[in-house]
């Protein structure tokens, strides 16, 4: 595999990774933590889970468009910042639902801003997509 295929198989097995890891997690948040967890927080580690799942698609994507256009900076930032978000964002909800230590909130937006500046990228990124690259 080339290195340019490689850049975009990275994302796309980020993508994967974190597709399975919100499924595993959403599962798990049903079925392990309904009864454990007030609605509150519950609430908090499924809204975690929802914006991994919606994030691996957009890693996927940031993978597909990599291949066809492998010189792409504005991709490579704005995997780097769905991936980051879904740490900062998602991880965040994780661990306040799981441990009830609010501070983790406050680190919550750093990850949304993250994921707001990603599809940011990657739209300028899409709008520059024209016949023979960038």
């Known amino acids: 595999m ?3 295929a490689g850049r975009g198989g990275f994302w796309l097995t980020a993508g994967a990774v974190n597709g399975f890891l919100a499924v595993a997690l ?5 079925h392990g933590l309904e009864d454990r967890l007030s609605q ?5 580690f499924e809204k975690g889970v929802e914006y991994q799942a919606m994030h691996a698609f957009a890693l996927l994507a940031v993978g597909l468009l990599l291949i066809l256009r492998p010189h792409a900076r504005l991709l490579e930032w704005a995997g780097r910042l769905f991936l980051g978000g879904i740490v900062l964002f ?3 909800l994780y661990i306040l639902a799981l441990s009830g230590v609010t501070f983790w909130g406050m680190v919550t937006p750093f990850g949304g801003t ?3 500046v990603g599809w940011v990228l990657l739209g300028m990124a899409a709008w520059r997509l024209k016949p023979g690259g960038y």
């Open 2 to 4: 080339s290195t340019e």
């Open 90 to 92: 998602s991880g965040s």
């Open 114 to 116: 993250g994921f707001l």
């Open 40 to 44: 509150r927080f519950l609430s908090a």
């Open 26 to 30: 959403g599962a798990f948040a049903a």
